[in-house]
């Protein structure tokens, strides 16, 4: 009889990495996306937003100014505005002239580098409406590759409520930094099946509840290894990591 061994850590299909492998390239570039496929991580988490013209890019703020040598607010821009955006230098000199990627240049590298990817969908106040922002999120992702698969996150209820409308075969993710008391309830809402849970709020009595329901749980954005060796053999699912090297060694 063989007694399989205690989780030490996740399944190499549960490590995916926070807005690409930023640790080591700028968030949410296709420099990023390529460096965590280079690191042999399945999965990639990225952000998603609309300019003012409706066009979808990769980003996770409301303006340029962070991560870019640029400055402007998404909802003052338009497509032929990125052309002159340099989303790499601000990480390292090496990144000069990355491009600020909209959302179906990143969705057809991903598919080139065999990659999955968790889109968060992100709620800025500039955004015409949730239904412009859900349905053009939505129509790029039938586009992609027949093998990359689909994860859809938000901290917004109602984004995931949108996206499960427009295609129910989503795995829709709730984010979350702390978990609310009436969480089962709000995912039975949505219907949502996992929970991204910030990995500082993770309790074995989650967990475990999570399991009886039949509920995945996510860590994000844990560095540290060590930190979520207690909870693998708890029924903790997998990671959100700026690193995925850590955990995928």
Partial sequence: MTIPLPRTGPARNEVQAHR??????????????????????????????????????????????????????????????LAGIDGGSWFSEAFRGEALPTLALAIDRLGELGLNVNVEIKQHAHHTSLAQLTETVHS???????????????????????????????????????????????????????????????????LEEASHRGIKVRAWTCNAPHLLVPFWGAGLAGVITDNPSLFLT
């Avoid at 690191?39 to 870019?68: F, N, P, Y």
């Avoid at 938000?154 to 969480?183: C, I, N, Q, T």
């Fill in 140 to 206: 790029h992702l039938r586009q992609r590759a027949r093998h990359t698969e689909i994860i859809i996150s938000s901290f917004d209820v109602e984004a995931l409520k949108a996206m499960h409308r427009l295609d129910p075969s989503y795995e829709l993710a709730m984010l979350w930094s702390e978990l609310p008391g009436d969480w089962a309830e709000i995912l039975t809402s949505i219907p949502a099946t996992t929970i991204h849970l910030n990995y500082k709020a993770l309790s074995f009595g989650l």
């Fill in 20 to 81: 690409g492998a930023s640790a080591v390239a700028p968030e949410n570039t296709i420099a990023a996306f390529r460096a965590a496929a280079e690191q042999g991580c399945k999965w990639v988490e990225l952000d998603v937003a609309l300019l003012k013209d409706g066009t979808a890019v990769v980003i996770h703020d409301a303006s340029i100014d962070r991560c870019s040598s640029s400055r402007g607010k998404l909802g003052d821009m338009v497509a032929a505005d």
